[in-house]
């Protein structure tokens, strides 16, 4: 299972860092989600879990920044120079799919319970 955390309430520019513990996850790759209200949910960020690779939306290039820690068995993800569309429900993944199909949720067969981000002025 994944569990994530580390939502809240932030202003413009300011900064959160979400965290997801995996238990039990076999996938090689971890993958950050969100969805906006009223929004399809969209890709944020991947990264196998060993190794340097990781892959981000065009959006968030710059400002987020994900991580795995293979002892702690988390991937987290840094979100700096927050701005009011980062604003959804982010989930966390996994997935086994080859890396040029993993910005695509439908090849992600675990998912977090979603932690809520707001950026609000």
């Known amino acids: 299972q994944l569990q994530a955390s580390g939502g809240g309430l932030v202003q413009i520019g300011g900064s959160l860092r979400l965290s997801c513990a995996a238990s039990?996850?076999?996938?090689?790759?971890m993958g950050w989600f969100r969805q906006a209200p009223g929004k399809e949910r969209e890709f944020v960020a991947a990264k196998r879990r060993t190794g340097t690779n990781a892959k981000y939306a065009d959006s968030v290039k710059g400002r987020f920044t994900i991580s795995t820690d293979k002892a702690k068995n988390t991937v987290s993800l840094q979100m700096n120079s927050l701005k009011p569309e980062d604003t959804g429900v982010y989930y966390c993944?996994?997935?086994?799919?080859?890396?040029?199909?993993?910005?695509?949720?439908?090849?992600?067969?675990?998912w977090g319970q979603g932690t809520e981000v707001t950026v609000s002025s």
């Open positions: 039990g996850v076999t996938g090689h790759t």
């Open positions: 993944a996994s997935t086994r799919v080859v890396w040029s199909l993993i910005s695509d949720p439908t090849h992600y067969y675990i």
